[in-house]
């Protein structure tokens, strides 16, 4: 956002602000039917504030029901907008992964970088010619064009964001699987 000079920010009046949804609600009641108002206007960011993690866990786990480990991703989803099926923001991915126990990838590059949250589990990362161990709560990154392999002592969840959306949209992503 620096990079373009359109960030700023509001200090709200109140000491917070009030949720207009119920607890446990992330979809408004229209859309979860799959309906929209006639005259609904899209905007580019998702209309859910809030993606669960027992929900999405509850989803990956459900993909390791549809057949074998993508040799390089292990089981991996992308967060979406339910009203496009987009990414949830024009400028940003978002991704849940499950490497199951032992599991080893194939080596991947990218273009886009990517954060990535070890949520639960741990093992190690090869960034470039680097590995590094990993447990929960940590933190790493992957650089664009670096080579990133995962290895998995435990079964591991990882939650990870990329600037993949902008540069699918500008026709910039590159992806080399090894």
Known sequence: MNYLGC???????EISSRSPARRGDYLPAANAANMLPLRHQVGNSSPIFNYRYDRSRDA????????????????KMRYVNPLTGGYPMPSMGAFLQLLPKGFSSRTAK??????YHVVEGSG???????????QAKDIFVVPTWHGVS???????????????PVQETLGLFREARY
């Open 60 to 75: 990956l786990h459900e993909l390791t029901k549809m057949g074998a480990a993508d040799e390089w991703d292990g089981y």
């Open 124 to 134: 190690q990362v090869t960034v470039g010619e680097q590995t590094f161990n990993f």
């Open 110 to 115: 990218t273009t886009d970088s990517t954060i």
């Open 150 to 164: 995962f290895t998995a002592a435990q079964e591991t969840v990882l939650f990870s964001f990329s600037d993949r």
């Open 7 to 13: 960030g700023f920010a509001e200090d709200y009046p």
